[in-house]
């Protein structure tokens, strides 16, 4: 009987340890890739204000920078690989809240989840991920540049 809780209380203890380097795995791999967006940014661009830095996955991986140059004009920036693909005066791209908007007029939502800049065949773009009132996550992609809707698709939640 005491070798049975000696060997459960080690089987616990490694699965906690597991269960802590998985954690602090991902959230290493987030602050690393956040760092790089930083650092990519202000070598290869005009913004000297990092506001925010996420990942984009559409059909290849993006580094999406956004933030403001030395004259406080908000910018977004992409990069691929670690290597510069382009950038954008966020003048210049249609509003979040219009294409907001735009999806809200086409799906009855439950949940929105976020609406983020991507780059789709060197095309900046809106994505918007949301679950619709069937449960099922919607991707909707608009050009960033003239607010045009491009394509959506939606997949079934996963029940848990």
Request: glycine share 6%; proline share 2%.
């Amino acid at each position: 009987m005491r070798n049975w809780l000696i060997g459960l209380s080690i089987l616990m203890l490694l699965v906690i340890w597991q269960t802590g380097h998985l954690i602090y795995s991902v959230l290493d791999d987030k602050a690393s890739w956040e760092k790089e967006g930083i650092m990519l940014a202000l070598e290869f661009t005009a913004i000297e204000q990092v506001e925010k830095v996420s990942l984009y996955h559409g059909k290849d991986r993006y580094t999406v920078v956004r933030g403001k140059n030395a004259s406080d004009i908000p910018m977004i920036a992409w990069f691929k690989d670690g290597s510069f693909e382009g950038f954008e005066y966020e003048k210049d791209v249609v509003p979040q809240e219009r294409i907001e908007e735009q999806v809200r007029a086409q799906v009855k939502i439950k949940e929105w989840v976020r609406l983020q800049p991507g780059m789709e065949d060197r095309r900046p773009v809106w994505e918007a991920l949301l679950i619709d009132e069937e449960d099922k996550f919607n991707y909707y992609y608009y050009d960033m540049l003239s607010g045009q809707f491009i394509r959506s698709y939606r997949l079934q939640k996963e029940n848990s």
